[in-house]
């Protein structure tokens, strides 16, 4: 499956983004699709993830009651809506799919990712 993010940009602390990743090529069908970021000099970590199927997304900590991930099966799209962000929640945000029903936050487990979208927030 191929992937294509985008939503990202500037905005100031408190404000709010929604980043959309679609599929092409294939469905979601029967996959699990996270969202990553990457601070700037930091490493990639895990944000969310959903199963395209149905069932609680799972989140990291430091994003729980802020961002929210959910699917538009009609799309073949997965969403981050993105609230209350504040400065250390710039990062490249990248969106990756597994062909699983197991919800999992190794990125090493993930097959394929798309380019990846800037997210800037400034104080």
């Known amino acids: 499956v191929q992937l294509q993010a985008s939503g990202g940009g500037l905005v100031q602390a408190g404000n709010s983004l929604r980043l959309s990743c679609a599929a092409s090529?294939?469905?979601?069908?029967?996959?699990?699709v996270g969202w990553f970021r990457q601070p700037p000099g930091k490493e990639r970590e895990f944000v969310a993830a959903i199963k395209w199927n149905g069932g609680a997304p799972i989140y990291a900590d430091f994003v729980k009651g802020r961002f929210t991930i959910s699917r538009d099966n009609a799309k073949n799209t997965v969403y981050l809506q993105m609230n209350s962000l504040n400065v250390e929640d710039t990062a490249v945000y990248y969106c990756?799919?597994?062909?699983?029903?197991?919800?999992?936050?190794?990125?090493?487990?993930?097959?394929?990712w798309g380019q990846g979208t800037q997210v800037t927030v400034s104080s």
């Open positions: 990756a799919a597994r062909r699983s029903i197991v919800l999992v936050s190794v990125e090493g487990r993930y097959d394929s």
């Open positions: 090529g294939r469905t979601f069908s029967n996959y699990v």
